[in-house]
């Protein structure tokens, strides 16, 4: 069928997501991607994949929010030297997508200007691509010199400082170059990819079933927003829908997902600024969640509820009760708390104006999530494209248009505050029944993907299905893949000292995208 | 005229000065634990951090020069001679002609050149930012206080520490509102001095907005055991500046081994009282933008003037 007016004809993929699947010729590419960006569209993930133990070569997959939904792009490339058309121009998150896929695949993005390597870092030598069907896991490589040419500014009295990927502080590895001149910063470098753990590779020994517990622990902090995307590539792919129940429940954890991330994140601004009272009362209201976590699911981050079929453990009876009290709680404490952040001269001072990254600018790079709400970018996935329980509940999506720290505090607020009304309409509506429902058989070669939003902002997981019901290839997407790059627009003009407050207010994840 | 009591005095304060620093930091600490809503790690942490310190072996950078491996023995050394000519405990004090304002501000310098130079000196980034920053707030914050001590110093007519806690402990009656600015002015410049908020953050781990803590991050075993010493030693020799300048009562005059307990009990007594107001103020208040930190001392600066200009204004 045609969707909407790409000159293409597109499968719908079944399952919860609206999405349609299509098989492009690379010629092609470029002009969908001007189209669809033409019409306000944007790049959600770019992956590729090895087919040549099927006969064919490679293929490109790129995933797209058009107005209808999400549309998924598989473009075949040549078995010998696969190249395609690069879309960075079109897209600049496409960058370092791209630049990941000739490190892990060796499929190169003609056009693209950085031909730096992104996610290799001398573990494994340049012409050898660990996700190619060839490669054998337990190959193990002698390493190699890892240099990676920082682009260097010029001028007087700029000097460049490096920062990580070992800190201070016990906090995920990542490497910051800064160019500055006194303390301001003229340019800011990123490099990741130090937590490269291969879960690309692993999922390809895993059947449907088992990467559930893999996609959950792609970022520990989104691993209901993980499992649930997982979930629902699997449900698309086997045909499966999962009882009511087990729906509502999910809407559930990702609710208290994104309640108790927003309150670490909100404990951790205060702390960047020095108040650390704010610190130790946030994190307080987040052990609470954590706890209740605990006695009610069985994990302190709810790692495993979620299941594909449905979810794995029922709530005590007694939760409800429980989580409705929390809800109550949380509500007048966190109100109290965000007075206090609002009228602190000292902290707003600081929260005001840092790290703007303005509209349009937002936009035209593709901010996404939590991040974009701050910067005007009204899309919220829960609002967008409702998949049930958010159906009936109206979600009320928090924005801002100032774009700084204190914009992304408050809309932190804002959600977590919209959450606790979320969940204090889905217990009242819960349903009785079945929890998890057996999975059905996938067919060979069929592709699924889910999609939703988490804590952080889309989480998407594209699933291309092998024989006897095993993953042939598993992408999971992370939504700082499309927002580390803007973190490097965002401090520009900033003080050194204002950065970590910056990038925390960001909080991206360097798991999720380091894979 | 040095007898034995004042020799007394001088020892029993040289030794508590070293002895006592660690437990004010800790005091600080405990107190700021409580109203933050935790229990807190106890008086004694600091003592228990320094032990552990010792034992470490230090490492030191391959580039290093002995100005490196000086600076943490420079830098005690200056805080403990400060720690012990302040008038805390008595004025009559063997060594008080040493306690001239200009050469305290002086050490004070001393220390401050010597630690910024050794950040410098292992060439790491952070080392040189903090020294940057240090260097920064140093150089607005040392006119600040030399302006507060100068306005205590004309109520006295004397740049003499003890000369000008004699004279304040002896007219209590008499109203300097001029000190009232000095005293204000003075606890703004304690506040950058000692890398406390809002100036600084002694608890960050982030090493992009540190000050002090950027300046010492290559630093070890006993070598940072000194330095945390000395910092501590110096959070209490400012506080007793701060005492024996605006709230002097107490205080042994002459060589007196009666006033001993009573010196020592008000001492105590306001080190309580200064540690939980520090605290307090720490915690109500957010980290400064860094470019605040100049604004902050400027004002500082600005009051210790005005206490100045009143005072003569006040005797005219």
Known sequence: ?515 | MIDAAGIAFQIVQSVLAVLIGPLYVGWVNQCRAWLQNRSGPGLLQPYYMLARLFHKEPVIAEHASPLFRATPYVLFGCMWLAGGIVPALATDLPFAPAADIIALVGVFALARVFLSLAALDIGTSFGGLGARREMMVGFLAEPAMLMTLFTAAFISNSTALTTIVETLAHREFAIYPSLAFAAVAFLMVLLAENARVPVDNPATHLELTMIHEAMILEYSGRHLALIEWASAIKLFAYTAIGIALFAPWGIAEGSNWSALPVALVALAAKLVLAGAGLAALETVSAKFRLFRAPEFLSTAFLLAVLGMLIHFLGRG
């Open chain 1, 1 to 515: 069928m045609r969707i909407e007016d790409l000159p293409i004809e597109a499968e719908p993929v079944p399952g919860a997501v609206p999405a349609w699947h299509a098989v492009v010729p690379a010629g092609q590419l470029r002009d969908l991607c001007s189209r669809v960006k033409e019409k306000g569209g944007r790049l959600v993930a770019l992956w590729g994949s090895d087919e040549t133990d099927r006969g064919e070569g490679y293929a490109l997959h790129v995933a797209l929010v058009i107005r209808s939904g999400l549309v998924c792009f598989t473009v075949p490339l040549a078995h010998d030297h696969p190249r395609y058309p690069g879309v960075a121009d079109i897209f600049p998150a496409a960058d370092r997508m791209q630049r990941a896929t000739y490190d892990l695949l060796g499929m190169h993005a003609r056009g693209n200007p950085d031909h730096r390597k992104w996610l290799r870092h001398g573990a494994w030598p340049a012409g050898v691509f660990p996700l190619r069907k060839g490669y054998d896991p337990g190959a193990v490589h002698s390493r190699v010199e890892d240099r990676y040419p920082f682009v260097r500014v010029e001028g007087e009295g700029v000097h460049e400082i490096p920062v990580g990927p070992v800190h201070a502080g016990t906090i995920e590895p990542g490497h910051f170059r800064f160019s500055i001149v006194g303390e301001f910063i003229l340019r800011l470098e990123e490099r990741l990819g130090y937590t490269h753990k291969g879960v690309e590779k692993l999922a390809e020994t895993m059947t449907l079933a088992e990467g559930a517990r893999l996609a959950g622990r792609v970022s520990g902090d989104s691993t209901v927003a993980y499992a649930w995307a997982y979930a629902q590539a699997v449900e698309s792919v086997t045909g499966t829908e999962p009882p009511a129940p087990a729906v509502w429940l999910r809407a559930i954890l990702l609710e208290l997902e994104r309640i108790h991330n927003h309150l670490g994140d909100l404990g951790y601004l205060g702390n960047d600024v020095a108040l650390a009272f704010g610190f130790f009362q946030f994190w307080r209201l987040k052990e609470q969640v954590l706890r209740l976590n605990q006695e009610l699911f069985g994990h302190r981050y709810l790692m495993d509820v979620i299941v594909p079929g449905g979810v794995a453990r029922d709530m005590p009876l007694a939760g409800i009760e429980k989580l409705l009290d929390l809800a109550s709680h949380l509500e007048r404490e966190v109100a109290t708390l965000r007075g206090i952040y609002d009228e602190h001269a000292g902290a707003q001072d600081r929260f005001i104006g840092a790290g703007r990254v303005a509209p349009s600018l937002a936009a035209e790079l593709g901010l996404t999530g939590l991040a974009g709400r701050a910067s005007g970018l009204a899309w919220d996935l829960r609002v967008e494209y409702p998949v049930p329980p958010y159906d009936g509940l109206e979600v009320r999506m928090a924005t801002h248009r100032n774009s700084d720290v204190a914009a992304r505090v408050s809309v932190r607020f804002d959600e977590v505050l919209e959450s606790l009304r979320l969940i204090r309409a889905l217990l009242r509506a819960l349903p009785a029944g079945d929890l998890v429902v057996p999975l059905g058989g996938a067919r060979p070669g069929s592709f699924g993907v889910g999609w939703v939003e988490g804590w952080r902002g889309e989480v998407l997981i594209g699933l291309h299905v092998g024989e006897q019901n095993r993953i042939r290839r598993m992408h999971p997407h992370d939504p700082s893949w499309q927002n580390w790059p803007i973190l490097e627009r965002a401090v520009i003009g900033n003080i050194v000292p204002d950065f970590p407050l910056i990038n925390k207010s960001f909080n991206l994840s360097y798991s999720g995208q380091d894979l």
